[in-house]
């Protein structure tokens, strides 16, 4: 009987606080708009009931604790279980005429007081209730289609229709709609701080949508380059030395010149591999470090950031082989600056001045070409397309003297271009860059390196000191 009776007065107290809220679940407003702040009043109204409930709920603890009442009655567990039911019941009515449309202030402000409401009845040891508040399920759905909407959005704007051309690069000689796109997504993803400090494993939902938008950026700057993009697709690197042999037998004479939108183009890559891709994970991992470990659930994190890490250093590195696939078709493409040629050719009586005259068409077209690199990158992607470029000229003269061990009539030869070589790019790269040259940037690749102890026997074991050259 006593049961009852705190049971039938918690209702009715519920039932007083409830009315002010009445109006907005009665179904009356269907059909009618609702200006933003008719809404914000309604959810404002909503946290300020969670809040009364709350009290209500205080009270009868502090009335518990007197020790008044029979020990078989635990009223804050009795009153408790009714005022959350009813509570439940009203976030859920209300929740539903009036949907929350995004992580927008007031509508984070009802989730916090949800949230803070059950989180209170479980530091007041109060026992949990079939039916009674459980904030992440009332808001689990609608943070669903939050993100659903927020990645729909963002991948509506990468459309080939929506992305503007732009000739003008930012200050970081990169695209501006990347820019733009990075920061959309960084800015989005601010709005999900008060869910995610609540409930930390929607950082996985919000890392999946995120790299779909980030896919769909760099097919979206492809298409935008595509006219550019598809003079390297032939000499894109997955039979590379095979290919460009195959190719420079067949093409025509006209001579590759790297275009200045390119250089936009792997400028941008660059910046979204270096750094805009890594803000947005930045947030991201923070957010995840507050995830609970469950099993292998917290591991599953960073797969999709680090799948687009992967997808963004092989396209980069991919495009980059490629342009420089393109130049040595260039000096394969003639004779007189085929370097295999000039090295097949060469008597082991002529001297280094002979090489020189020889190679004096090969060297000179790097030269334009290492120049042409200048003109369109940036100082990091510069120096990675010439030691690219450098390392290919390099590798023509070590697979030249691995087919000829035996052999040592053309050992000469090929020491005085490997010196050529060698002297032409740091010679060159020292003079474009001046004192932002590195050592490193100047130390001969790796491939020189290898022919070098091809010549050089008794100093086989000597150390390589430059392995570095696209990242």
């Not at 009515?93 to 803070?116: C, H, K, Q, R």
């Not at 690069?169 to 990347?178: L, M, Q």
């Not at 979204?272 to 947030?283: C, M, Q, T």
Request: charged share 25%.
């Amino acid at each position: 009987m006593l049961r009852n009776y705190f049971q039938r007065g918690a209702k009715k107290r519920c039932r007083k606080y409830m009315v002010e809220t009445d109006e907005f679940v009665s179904g009356n407003s269907e059909g009618v708009l609702i200006d933003p702040i008719t809404i914000s009043t309604a959810y404002l109204k909503i946290k300020q009931l969670c809040k009364h409930i709350g009290d209500e709920i205080q009270a009868d603890i502090k009335i518990h604790n007197q020790h008044i009442l029979p020990s078989s009655i635990d009223l804050s567990n009795i009153t408790a279980a009714v005022y959350s039911t009813e509570l439940c019941n009203r976030l859920r009515g209300f929740l539903s005429a009036w949907p929350p449309s995004g992580p927008l202030p007031y509508i984070n402000e009802l989730l916090v007081a949800t949230a803070d409401f059950e989180r209170s009845l479980e530091s007041w040891n109060i026992s949990p209730v079939q039916g009674g508040v459980d904030s992440r399920n009332l808001f689990h759905n609608y943070i669903m289609l939050w993100v659903q909407d927020m990645q729909l959005t963002l991948l509506d704007l990468c459309k080939a229709e929506k992305v503007p051309w732009s000739g003008v690069s930012t200050n970081h000689s990169s695209s501006p709609f990347a820019e733009e796109m990075y920061e959309k997504i960084r800015d989005s993803l601010v709005q999900y701080e008060v869910v995610i400090n609540r409930w930390p494993q929607y950082s996985l939902i919000l890392e999946n949508a995120v790299a779909d938008v980030e896919r769909a950026i760099l097919k979206a700057l492809e298409k935008q380059y595509n006219d550019i993009l598809t003079p390297l697709k032939d000499t894109i690197p997955k039979r590379l030395n095979m290919h460009v042999q195959k190719l420079t037998r067949r093409q025509s004479m006209a001579t590759y010149s790297v275009p200045n939108q390119l250089g936009m183009f792997l400028n941008t890559i660059k910046r979204i591999l270096d750094v805009l891709h890594i803000r947005v994970e930045g947030i991201l991992k923070s957010w995840a470090s507050y995830m609970p470990v469950v099993g292998d659930k917290k591991s599953l994190f960073g797969e999709q950031m680090n799948g687009i890490t992967v997808l963004l250093r092989t396209k980069y590195k991919n495009y980059l082989q490629a342009t420089v696939g393109k130049l040595i078709c260039n000096m394969q493409g003639n004779r007189n600056t085929r370097l295999k040629r000039i090295l097949e050719e060469t008597r082991e009586e002529e001297g280094e001045h002979e090489v020189r005259e020889r190679m004096q068409m090969l060297s000179s077209q790097l030269t334009d070409s290492i120049w042409n690199l200048h003109e369109v990158f940036t100082g990091p992607i510069f120096v990675a397309m010439c030691r690219g470029l450098w390392d290919r000229m390099g590798q023509i003269v070590l697979k030249f003297l691995e087919g000829r061990k035996e052999n040592r009539v053309w050992y000469n030869g090929s020491y005085y271009a490997l010196g050529i070589l060698d002297d032409t790019f740091a010679s060159q790269m020292q003079r474009l860059l001046g004192n932002a040259v590195q050592e490193k940037d100047i130390d001969p690749p790796r491939s020189v390196v290898e022919a070098r102890s091809i010549l050089c026997r008794d100093s086989a074991n000597a150390t390589d000191t430059a392995t570095y050259l696209y990242l």
